[in-house]
């Protein structure tokens, strides 16, 4: 032994070459062995030793590599220096209490080290020693037991090391230089237990297991300890294939050898089969617990890897057994036993699953979960319930390859909520569960997941996350339904509705549980009802009898805060009669009556579960069941596969194919075509999880019938290609290499859109042929799996084709031996891929490819002509890919060149004249001819817009129907919020809660109380305004939090604001007074914005709504008159320069007749008259039939626009219109969208609207405008930039001018003039001669302040009026209507909208600008309505200074008044935590802030209560 006495061996730890990323760690080499303890995680690969944080992010490492001196001391290196020696961990085991981390394994022979459990860096001690196997086997463990000393309370700790022997085991070959291990011993901890550190001797004596032979194979799969019992697990192989799984129990008591003396054992068998022999356990896990003692283990059932199980064993000891019968006939510690011992088998096989290689068991509530490995690199959890019935399967992780998931997984201590797991060289850390996926409670319960509750605050999540006690999560054992019932009928003829929630509930949710039954008809329940208590409710019904038709009932159930409703029909059990088919058998049961004896009749008493029964009935009726032969393909990657073929008999009736795993959880269905009774095609649906599934096909009465098998195994991944290059022509065979290659159904290059089809599919290569490209790059390739685009990652590079310049031919014998020179090139071409013919009298001979040679820039290839006769060749055709080219021999090539060109340069000079003289005349005519048209052209152009603009008349429809106003709190909502969505959504109160009046908590409270001190918010404002990292964002987003927070108390809020406005008029009255509110730079600009939208709400719906609301609709029903653009959205008509479709071309108006299919059976409806254009598309026509409904009914089409679709009927059928298809034009690689006129749709046409849902399509797509490359691969009617001669319209090569076209603003402003007067004047209006009382009320502050501060500027007060009204609240309220009416704004609009308000504004200007020629199209539409609109502006500003002042009191009253209106629509809660946020990021400043103030101690002592409430709360929540 050496000792280190008072030394501590510090070695730094080398930097691990690895990538930690959201619970991902990746190690420089394999894992050997891990181990977790005080929330950090060991890991020990070949060469470094790893010590990571609970998260997985790096705190130590230490290397393994080292020299050994004179065989006895290791010292450690660096990667760069010599080393003679690596440290190989075998054995790992964390000892919290002593603070140390016992490692240990092979240098050359046995060394182990005792390490700092803080720090592995520190080396407390070490010795040449071996504890556990030579070398690295997984049939060997090490583990940590307690043994009893003497008493109870002494305990001393040992490692238990067990070591396997395999048959490819090697350490036979360290046996000549290495002592030999027994199989089972006990080894010291520390250096205080007798023998030292890592001894074996117990008082005098050596205790041992050993097998009856030693030489025997056995693998050791886990030890565990529970209590004072040692569980250990192994495999015995014999040499004729069968296995024994063996459990040893050992005893700690009374030292080493009493330990091991009390080994009994037991095997384990799956089963009484006689398979069951080569049943092989290979992973395990205990189930927490007390007794029985409960274990979990993965077994092989036939002894490989593919067919495995998961079962659970009742594993308690039997400490009956007597002294003698102790012996064990395969381990002993002196003499075996003859005898066999007891045999276990399980309570229940849980989960059948392919590939399973690790388990850890948990225990959650009264569930148990598990948490599965697989060898194809996925973690499956499964939670069973208390009578082992299981939930679905959920995939947490799926990894893309098939890498292997060690046999060991963790939970980390630390949260609970993640589990480690460990791969070939990479550690993750996954979540337990993903509750957050879950949005509703429905999702929520139906996850059947233990770990989640769905919480008060309307969020599935764990349940400490839930700070309250008002949840509800799943109960205790499996159900199918969240609500069950049935329905019962007494003797005395009294009907009965039983109600049953199957539920798991908190405390407060529980106190809080009514039921509701209503019918629409009559009074439903007697008064005789008891109440309901949860979790069931009861309903006697008044009537004792019920319909045949069935009664509709509606039960409305709340629990704690959450109220859903559930709606049931009530019918006659009786009368649910018939053959005894599955399909009456679900009636009965939906009915809430009771199937039994192959008959529906009323429930027993009590809610049973009955879904289960009609799934095990056979369907009735005399027909042929269909069969299944085969599918082809039958093994396809987890994304699926389109277009497989079903094969079988009597499948003409069958309507969809389902796809189920063995547990029968969510099975998939895939509609069905092609059908011709014997086969039948589907798509084969994507998955989570990778393994077999089962395959039946579905008839129309939900009947499944016959079997099959898909294996759904790694998607593909390719990791080479070769060759790396291709000539530019394309067609060269190229090869992927990678895994799961067979699964490729199509192979693409990112310059084109072209899927090409492999040639060869393997499971390991794949081959191809190259498209064409136009020019050298290097692509990208990927591979079309099903619908997924797989990248692959290596690249291929096109080069230019290869170049051949001469050959030679010279005869040997009877033989041709041809060769062929080609420039060098980066094409590495080989004689495979070139094909020769030598030709002779325009006949070809096959030239056979010899040999290559290169010699500096050239290429030789050397080929073969075999028995040609007396043919010679000057000629050879040669092909590559799919191209030819045709060579000469160099002689020959000179001698024709010079001939050529000696005959061929007198013609040539006589046709140059000639086509010269030719052209110059053609080319004269076209120029004329085009300057005729094109003058035509702008002629016409120009007097259109002459006659538009004087026949332009405002007769756009005024009868809009309802204005669809927003209610209050999203109108609020999206001014004080207009880019934080989330804000928005958390600080307005859902429907449910409007009506609830809420308190706060303590936290809350407290802020609430401390805002309502003005010295404190003010100083806290003007305190976060001091902060350089306080953005403009977050003074927008405090100011309208503080508006929500203070919305109750308008008073305050106005007091707050004049006092923050005093103070920035302060600031600015020194530098630029006429600046003040022009723009939100300050947390009060802000506010008074938000103020200004309160108070003006009502005014804005009684008297400016309706104009603002026509004026938009006028604009839509102008826009709507002339062609508008379906990609870059432009118009004809428009008020916008920037929008205005100058490039459109010819189009005439169309009147269409519209049917709308009633039903499924070919009905339709009366004929509804629709405007179009010639030149609209699909989806615009779509659009226009969808509003004119709507304009007609005063209601919308029951369908939404994208489940739409038309049909055009010509020729007495119908045909579809689609945006795109086969016919769309295409100019260079943009496509036309389908217009009517592209399908030469006349006036008066018919067109027939279809819902996809009850018409589905025969080729279904999506739209167009889906597509992220939406406006590079469509166009409509403005032309793409590609060549002139590519257009095919001639129509297009018109010359278009955008100032021609100016006129169609003035147009379009003539149209809606009217409606942009009135909606002016309805705001600077004054009905009753008064204004609305915000306005008065603040530009009276307005006054006051400038005569405090002595401005006497008129202009001064005349720009701070303008400023806080017109353009903080008005100009926000014309630019977006949205924010006022439920409605989408265009892009059109927009611009039109953004024209008006420029007018508004430059109403309220006071300077005079002077417009020219090359001024703005914007300011000139309205130049001369300006000065008109700034005399009535004027005329406002006076009215209101003239109007009686309004007295404080009657401000106040208006303000409670608002508040009133709209209590309980805002969230304070939750905008008083995210103003916390605010508060706790910048406490130091604010606190400092009001010491310089001198605010009173009580204020300080205020702030830091709330900021211990909120830090003892974690968050705010409604009590």
């Given at each position: 032994?050496?000792?280190?006495?008072?030394?501590?061996?510090?070695?730094?730890?080398?930097?691990?070459?690895?990538?930690?990323?959201?619970?991902?760690?990746?190690?420089?080499?394999?894992?050997?062995?891990?181990?977790?303890?005080?929330?950090?995680?060991?890991?020990?690969?070949?060469?470094?030793?790893?010590?990571?944080?609970?998260?997985?992010?790096?705190?130590?490492?230490?290397?393994?590599?080292?020299?050994?001196?004179?065989?006895?001391?290791?010292?450690?290196?660096?990667?760069?220096?010599?080393?003679?020696?690596?440290?190989?961990?075998?054995?790992?085991?964390?000892?919290?209490?002593?603070?140390?981390?016992?490692?240990?394994?092979?240098?050359?022979?046995?060394?182990?080290?005792?390490?700092?459990?803080?720090?592995?860096?520190?080396?407390?001690?070490?010795?040449?020693?071996?504890?556990?196997?030579?070398?690295?086997?997984?049939?060997?463990?090490?583990?940590?037991?307690?043994?009893?000393?003497?008493?109870?309370?002494?305990?001393?700790?040992?490692?238990?090391?067990?070591?396997?022997?395999?048959?490819?085991?090697?350490?036979?070959?360290?046996?000549?230089?290495?002592?030999?291990?027994?199989?089972?011993?006990?080894?010291?901890?520390?250096?205080?237990?007798?023998?030292?550190?890592?001894?074996?001797?117990?008082?005098?004596?050596?205790?041992?297991?050993?097998?009856?032979?030693?030489?025997?194979?056995?693998?050791?799969?886990?030890?565990?300890?529970?209590?004072?019992?040692?569980?250990?697990?192994?495999?015995?192989?014999?040499?004729?294939?069968?296995?024994?799984?063996?459990?040893?129990?050992?005893?700690?008591?009374?030292?080493?050898?009493?330990?091991?003396?009390?080994?009994?054992?037991?095997?384990?068998?799956?089963?009484?089969?006689?398979?069951?022999?080569?049943?092989?356990?290979?992973?395990?896990?205990?189930i927490p617990g007390g007794l029985p003692v409960l274990w979990s283990g993965v077994f092989s059932l036939d002894g490989g890897q593919t067919n495995t199980v998961l079962a659970v064993f009742d594993i308690s000891p039997d400490l009956t057994v007597e002294a003698d019968k102790k012996k064990d006939p395969d381990f002993c510690s002196s003499d075996c036993n003859q005898e066999q011992p007891k045999t276990l088998k399980p309570k229940t096989v849980l989960f059948r699953q392919n590939y399973m290689t690790s388990v850890l068991a948990v225990k959650q509530k009264a569930w148990m979960v598990f948490f599965i490995g697989t060898g194809d690199g996925q973690l499956i959890k499964l939670a069973v319930d208390k009578n082992y019935h299981t939930t679905c399967p959920r995939v947490?992780?799926?990894?893309?390859?098939?890498?292997?998931?060690?046999?060991?997984?963790?939970?980390?201590?630390?949260?609970?909520?993640?589990?480690?797991?460990?791969?070939?060289?990479?550690?993750?850390?996954?979540?337990?569960?993903?509750?957050?996926?879950?949005?509703?409670?429905?999702?929520?319960?139906?996850?059947?997941?233990?770990?989640?509750?769905?919480?008060?605050?309307?969020?599935?999540?764990?349940?400490?996350?839930?700070?309250?006690?008002?949840?509800?999560?799943?109960?205790?054992?499996?159900?199918?339904?969240?609500?069950?019932?049935?329905?019962?009928?007494?003797?005395?003829?009294?009907?009965?509705?039983?109600?049953?929630?199957?539920?798991?509930?908190?405390?407060?949710?529980?106190?809080?549980?009514?039921?509701?039954?209503?019918?629409?008809?009559?009074?439903?329940?007697?008064?005789?009802?008891?109440?309901?208590?949860?979790?069931?409710?009861?309903?006697?019904?008044?009537?004792?009898?019920?319909?045949?038709?069935?009664?509709?009932?509606?039960?409305?159930?709340?629990?704690?805060?959450?109220?859903?409703?559930?709606?049931?029909?009530?019918?006659?059990?009786?009368?649910?009669?018939?053959?005894?088919?599955?399909?009456?058998?679900?009636?009965?049961?939906?009915?809430?009556?009771?199937?039994?004896?192959?008959?529906?009749?009323?429930?027993?008493?009590?809610?049973?579960?009955?879904?289960?029964?009609?799934?095990?009935?056979?369907?009735?009726?005399?027909?042929?069941?269909?069969?299944?032969?085969?599918?082809?393909?039958?093994?396809?990657?987890?994304?699926?596969?389109?277009?497989?073929?079903?094969?079988?008999?009597?499948?003409?009736?069958?309507?969809?194919?389902?796809?189920?795993?063995?547990?029968?959880?969510?099975?998939?269905?895939?509609?069905?075509?092609?059908?011709?009774?014997?086969?039948?095609?589907?798509?084969?649906?994507?998955?989570?999880?990778?393994?077999?599934?089962?395959?039946?096909?579905?008839?129309?009465?939900?009947?499944?019938?016959?079997?099959?098998?898909?294996?759904?195994?790694?998607?593909?991944?390719?990791?080479?290609?070769?060759?790396?290059?291709?000539?530019?022509?394309?067609?060269?065979?190229?090869?992927?290499?990678?895994?799961?290659?067979?699964?490729?159904?199509?192979?693409?290059?990112?310059?084109?859109?072209?899927?090409?089809?492999?040639?060869?599919?393997?499971?390991?290569?794949?081959?191809?042929?190259?498209?064409?490209?136009?020019?050298?790059?290097?692509?990208?390739?990927?591979?079309?799996?099903?619908?997924?685009?797989?990248?692959?990652?290596?690249?291929?590079?096109?080069?230019p084709d290869p170049v051949f310049t001469s050959f030679t031919s010279t005869r040997t014998g009877n033989d041709f031996q041809i060769t062929i020179q080609k420039e060098a090139d980066k094409l590495e071409m080989t004689m495979a891929e070139l094909s020769v013919w030598g030709i002779h009298k325009e006949k070809q001979y096959p030239c056979i490819m010899e040999a290559k040679e290169t010699d500096n820039k050239t290429d030789f290839f050397i080929c073969e002509i075999r028995n040609p006769g007396d043919a010679t060749f000057q000629r050879l055709m040669i092909q590559y890919g799919d191209k030819k080219v045709e060579l000469l021999t160099s002689s020959l090539n000179v001698a024709l060149f010079s001939l050529l060109v000696f005959l061929l340069i007198p013609c040539i000079?006589?046709?140059?004249?000639?086509?010269?003289?030719?052209?110059?005349?053609?080319?004269?005519?076209?120029?004329?001819?085009?300057?005729?048209?094109?003058?035509?052209?702008?002629?016409?152009?120009?007097?259109?817009?002459?006659?538009?603009?004087?026949?332009?008349?405002?007769?756009?429809?005024?009868?809009?129907?309802?204005?669809?106003?927003?209610?209050?709190?999203?109108?609020?909502?999206?001014?004080?919020?207009?880019?934080?969505?989330?804000?928005?959504t958390s600080c307005v109160r859902d429907i449910g809660q409007d009506a609830v009046k809420v308190q706060l908590d303590e936290g809350c409270q407290s802020l609430f109380t401390l805002l309502h001190d003005q010295l404190f918010l003010t100083t806290m404002v003007h305190a976060l305004e001091e902060q350089k990292s306080f953005t403009l964002k977050d003074k927008c987003a405090l100011a309208s939090l503080l508006t929500v927070s203070l919305h109750k108390n308008l008073s305050y809020l106005t007091e707050v604001m004049e006092e923050l406005l005093r103070a920035l008029m302060q600031q600015n009255s020194n530098t630029q007074p006429k600046l003040l509110l022009r723009r939100t730079e300050s947390i009060v600009e802000k506010l008074l914005t938000n103020w200004m939208s309160?108070?003006?709400?009502?005014?804005?719906?009684?008297?400016?709504?309706?104009?603002?609301?026509?004026?938009?609709?006028?604009?839509?029903?102008?826009?709507?008159?002339?062609?508008?653009?379906?990609?870059?959205?432009?118009?004809?008509?428009?008020?916008?320069?920037?929008?205005?479709?100058?490039?459109?071309?010819?189009?005439?108006?169309?009147?269409?007749?519209?049917?709308?299919?009633?039903?499924?059976?070919?009905?339709?409806?009366?004929?509804?008259?629709?405007?179009?254009?010639?030149?609209?598309?699909?989806?615009?026509?779509?659009?226009?039939?969808?509003?004119?409904?709507?304009?007609?009914?005063?209601?919308?089409?029951?369908?939404?626009?994208?489940?739409?679709?038309?049909?055009?009927?010509?020729?007495?059928?119908?045909?579809?219109?689609?945006?795109?298809?086969?016919?769309?034009?295409?100019?260079?690689?943009?496509?036309?969208?389908?217009?009517?006129?592209?399908?030469?749709?006349?006036?008066?046409?018919?067109?027939?609207?279809?819902?996809?849902?009850?018409?589905?399509?025969?080729?279904?797509?999506?739209?167009?405008?889906?597509?992220?490359?939406?406006?590079?691969?469509?166009?409509?009617?403005?032309?793409?930039?590609?060549?002139?001669?590519?257009?095919?319209?001639?129509?297009?090569?018109?010359?278009?001018?955008?100032?021609?076209?100016?006129?169609?603003?003035?147009?379009?402003?003539?149209?809606?003039?009217?409606?942009?007067?009135?909606?002016?004047?309805?705001?600077?209006?004054?009905?009753?001669?008064?204004?609305?009382?915000?306005?008065?009320?603040?530009?009276?502050?307005?006054?006051?302040?400038?005569?405090?501060?002595?401005?006497?500027?008129?202009?001064?007060?005349?720009?701070?009026?303008?400023?806080?009204?017109?353009?903080?609240?008005?100009?926000?309220?014309?630019?977006?209507?949205?924010?006022?009416?439920?409605?989408?704004?265009?892009?059109?609009?927009?611009?039109?909208?953004?024209?008006?308000?420029?007018?508004?504004?430059?109403?309220?200007?006071?300077?005079?600008?002077?417009?020219?020629?090359?001024?703005?199209?914007?300011?000139?539409?309205?130049?001369?309505?300006?000065?008109?609109?700034?005399?009535?502006?004027?005329?406002?500003?006076?009215?209101?200074?003239?109007?009686?002042?309004?007295?404080?009191?009657?401000?106040?009253?208006?303000?409670?008044?608002?508040?009133?209106?709209?209590?309980?629509?805002?969230?304070?809660?939750?905008?008083?935590?995210?103003?916390?946020?605010?508060?706790?990021?910048?406490?130091?400043?604010?606190?400092?802030?009001?010491?310089?103030?001198?605010?009173?101690?009580?204020?300080?002592?205020?702030?830091?209560?709330?900021?211990?409430?909120?830090?003892?709360?974690?968050?705010?929540?409604?009590?």
């Amino acid at each position: 032994m050496v000792l280190l006495p008072g030394l501590l061996f510090f070695l730094m730890g080398e930097p691990a070459r690895c990538m930690a990323s959201d619970g991902d760690f990746k190690l420089n080499g394999d894992i050997r062995h891990y181990a977790v303890a005080n929330g950090t995680v060991y890991i020990a690969t070949e060469e470094i030793l790893y010590q990571l944080s609970h998260d997985l992010t790096l705190v130590h490492s230490l290397s393994q590599r080292g020299i050994l001196i004179d065989s006895d001391q290791f010292r450690r290196v660096s990667e760069t220096n010599e080393r003679n020696a690596t440290f190989r961990v075998n054995i790992l085991v964390p000892l919290v209490e002593d603070d140390a981390l016992i490692s240990c394994g092979v240098i050359k022979c046995g060394y182990c080290e005792v390490l700092d459990l803080k720090n592995i860096s520190n080396v407390r001690y070490y010795e040449h020693v071996q504890v556990g196997p030579l070398n690295h086997s997984k049939a060997s463990i090490g583990f940590r037991v307690n043994v009893e000393k003497n008493s109870p309370t002494q305990t001393e700790t040992y490692i238990m090391a067990a070591i396997g022997l395999q048959q490819n085991n090697d350490s036979i070959k360290s046996k000549s230089i290495c002592a030999e291990t027994d199989t089972v011993q006990l080894h010291n901890t520390n250096n205080n237990q007798e023998g030292g550190i890592f001894s074996i001797n117990d008082q005098f004596k050596t205790p041992k297991i050993n097998m009856r032979n030693n030489g025997d194979f056995r693998e050791f799969v886990d030890g565990f300890q529970i209590n004072l019992t040692i569980y250990l697990f192994s495999n015995l192989p014999s040499k004729d294939n069968s296995n024994k799984v063996r459990l040893l129990w050992f005893e700690g008591k009374n030292g080493k050898s009493e330990t091991l003396e009390s080994l009994r054992g037991a095997t384990l068998r799956i089963s009484d089969d006689a398979t069951d022999r080569r049943s092989r356990l290979l992973a395990s896990s205990v189930i927490p617990g007390g007794l029985p003692v409960l274990w979990s283990g993965v077994f092989s059932l036939d002894g490989g890897q593919t067919n495995t199980v998961l079962a659970v064993f009742d594993i308690s000891p039997d400490l009956t057994v007597e002294a003698d019968k102790k012996k064990d006939p395969d381990f002993c510690s002196s003499d075996c036993n003859q005898e066999q011992p007891k045999t276990l088998k399980p309570k229940t096989v849980l989960f059948r699953q392919n590939y399973m290689t690790s388990v850890l068991a948990v225990k959650q509530k009264a569930w148990m979960v598990f948490f599965i490995g697989t060898g194809d690199g996925q973690l499956i959890k499964l939670a069973v319930d208390k009578n082992y019935h299981t939930t679905c399967p959920r995939v947490l992780y799926r990894a893309n390859d098939d890498r292997q998931v060690f046999p060991k997984i963790h939970l980390d201590q630390v949260d609970g909520k993640h589990v480690y797991v460990p791969f070939r060289n990479q550690m993750k850390r996954l979540p337990v569960s993903n509750c957050g996926t879950h949005t509703t409670l429905e999702e929520c319960w139906s996850a059947q997941d233990p770990y989640c509750v769905w919480c008060s605050t309307g969020s599935c999540t764990f349940e400490d996350d839930c700070q309250s006690s008002d949840w509800l999560s799943i109960p205790g054992d499996s159900q199918q339904k969240m609500v069950s019932f049935n329905v019962v009928k007494d003797s005395s003829g009294q009907i009965k509705l039983h109600i049953q929630t199957h539920l798991t509930v908190g405390q407060r949710a529980q106190s809080n549980f009514t039921c509701q039954f209503s019918a629409s008809s009559r009074e439903l329940c007697s008064r005789k009802s008891s109440p309901a208590q949860f979790p069931q409710c009861t309903c006697i019904l008044t009537n004792s009898t019920l319909s045949a038709e069935g009664l509709p009932v509606t039960v409305s159930i709340t629990v704690g805060s959450k109220k859903w409703l559930e709606q049931l029909k009530l019918s006659n059990c009786a009368d649910i009669r018939g053959p005894p088919t599955s399909l009456l058998c679900r009636q009965c049961i939906e009915a809430g009556c009771e199937w039994s004896k192959n008959s529906c009749s009323w429930a027993s008493q009590g809610v049973g579960n009955q879904d289960s029964v009609c799934q095990m009935m056979e369907s009735w009726g005399n027909f042929s069941r269909p069969e299944i032969s085969s599918i082809s393909p039958s093994v396809v990657s987890f994304y699926g596969r389109n277009h497989a073929v079903l094969s079988g008999h009597n499948l003409r009736d069958v309507t969809r194919v389902r796809i189920q795993a063995d547990m029968d959880c969510n099975p998939q269905e895939s509609p069905v075509w092609n059908n011709t009774g014997v086969n039948l095609t589907f798509h084969i649906n994507k998955t989570d999880n990778k393994g077999v599934v089962k395959v039946c096909v579905l008839l129309r009465d939900g009947s499944c019938h016959g079997s099959a098998k898909i294996a759904y195994q790694s998607s593909p991944i390719c990791t080479n290609i070769e060759p790396s290059s291709t000539w530019i022509s394309g067609k060269r065979n190229i090869t992927l290499i990678g895994s799961h290659l067979e699964f490729v159904e199509g192979v693409v290059h990112n310059h084109t859109h072209q899927e090409v089809r492999p040639t060869r599919n393997k499971h390991q290569n794949l081959t191809y042929d190259t498209p064409a490209a136009e020019t050298t790059f290097t692509s990208s390739v990927f591979l079309k799996v099903a619908n997924e685009t797989l990248a692959c990652s290596t690249t291929i590079t096109y080069y230019p084709d290869p170049v051949f310049t001469s050959f030679t031919s010279t005869r040997t014998g009877n033989d041709f031996q041809i060769t062929i020179q080609k420039e060098a090139d980066k094409l590495e071409m080989t004689m495979a891929e070139l094909s020769v013919w030598g030709i002779h009298k325009e006949k070809q001979y096959p030239c056979i490819m010899e040999a290559k040679e290169t010699d500096n820039k050239t290429d030789f290839f050397i080929c073969e002509i075999r028995n040609p006769g007396d043919a010679t060749f000057q000629r050879l055709m040669i092909q590559y890919g799919d191209k030819k080219v045709e060579l000469l021999t160099s002689s020959l090539n000179v001698a024709l060149f010079s001939l050529l060109v000696f005959l061929l340069i007198p013609c040539i000079i006589v046709v140059v004249v000639i086509v010269y003289r030719s052209k110059q005349k053609k080319l004269t005519d076209q120029m004329n001819k085009h300057m005729e048209d094109l003058e035509m052209d702008i002629r016409n152009d120009i007097r259109q817009g002459f006659v538009d603009l004087q026949t332009e008349k405002a007769d756009l429809m005024e009868n809009v129907g309802a204005i669809p106003f927003l209610d209050y709190k999203h109108f609020a909502s999206r001014i004080f919020f207009p880019e934080s969505g989330s804000l928005m959504t958390s600080c307005v109160r859902d429907i449910g809660q409007d009506a609830v009046k809420v308190q706060l908590d303590e936290g809350c409270q407290s802020l609430f109380t401390l805002l309502h001190d003005q010295l404190f918010l003010t100083t806290m404002v003007h305190a976060l305004e001091e902060q350089k990292s306080f953005t403009l964002k977050d003074k927008c987003a405090l100011a309208s939090l503080l508006t929500v927070s203070l919305h109750k108390n308008l008073s305050y809020l106005t007091e707050v604001m004049e006092e923050l406005l005093r103070a920035l008029m302060q600031q600015n009255s020194n530098t630029q007074p006429k600046l003040l509110l022009r723009r939100t730079e300050s947390i009060v600009e802000k506010l008074l914005t938000n103020w200004m939208s309160i108070c003006l709400y009502g005014h804005l719906r009684e008297s400016v709504g309706q104009h603002l609301f026509l004026l938009v609709s006028a604009l839509t029903q102008q826009t709507a008159k002339g062609p508008v653009d379906s990609v870059t959205e432009k118009a004809l008509y428009t008020l916008s320069e920037d929008w205005l479709l100058w490039q459109a071309q010819d189009f005439s108006s169309l009147k269409l007749k519209v049917l709308f299919a009633v039903g499924s059976d070919g009905e339709v409806s009366e004929p509804l008259e629709v405007n179009a254009l010639s030149c609209d598309t699909v989806e615009q026509v779509k659009e226009k039939i969808l509003s004119t409904f709507k304009a007609k009914f005063g209601f919308p089409y029951n369908t939404a626009l994208r489940e739409v679709c038309l049909e055009y009927e010509r020729d007495s059928s119908f045909v579809p219109l689609e945006e795109v298809d086969a016919s769309s034009e295409v100019i260079g690689e943009v496509t036309m969208l389908n217009t009517l006129k592209h399908y030469k749709v006349p006036e008066g046409a018919t067109i027939k609207v279809l819902s996809k849902k009850t018409h589905p399509p025969l080729s279904p797509q999506g739209s167009v405008k889906d597509d992220e490359n939406f406006s590079r691969k469509y166009f409509h009617l403005i032309d793409p930039d590609v060549d002139e001669d590519q257009r095919k319209n001639p129509e297009r090569k018109k010359l278009k001018l955008k100032e021609v076209h100016l006129t169609k603003l003035l147009s379009t402003k003539v149209a809606v003039h009217s409606f942009v007067e009135n909606l002016f004047r309805s705001i600077w209006g004054m009905p009753q001669g008064k204004a609305p009382h915000a306005v008065k009320y603040f530009f009276d502050f307005l006054d006051t302040q400038a005569d405090n501060m002595k401005i006497t500027d008129p202009d001064v007060l005349h720009i701070w009026k303008t400023n806080s009204l017109p353009l903080r609240f008005w100009i926000n309220i014309l630019k977006n209507p949205q924010f006022v009416f439920d409605m989408e704004k265009t892009p059109n609009l927009d611009g039109c909208l953004s024209v008006i308000a420029q007018a508004f504004m430059d109403s309220f200007s006071l300077s005079d600008t002077q417009l020219g020629k090359h001024a703005p199209t914007n300011k000139l539409l309205y130049a001369k309505d300006i000065p008109k609109f700034k005399q009535e502006v004027k005329t406002f500003y006076k009215q209101i200074r003239d109007q009686s002042q309004i007295t404080e009191s009657q401000f106040k009253d208006f303000l409670l008044e608002e508040s009133k209106k709209h209590e309980n629509e805002f969230n304070e809660a939750a905008a008083l935590r995210e103003l916390y946020k605010y508060i706790q990021r910048y406490f130091t400043e604010i606190k400092e802030k009001l010491d310089q103030n001198g605010a009173p101690t009580e204020l300080t002592e205020q702030l830091h209560h709330v900021k211990n409430s909120f830090d003892g709360l974690k968050t705010c929540s409604w009590n």
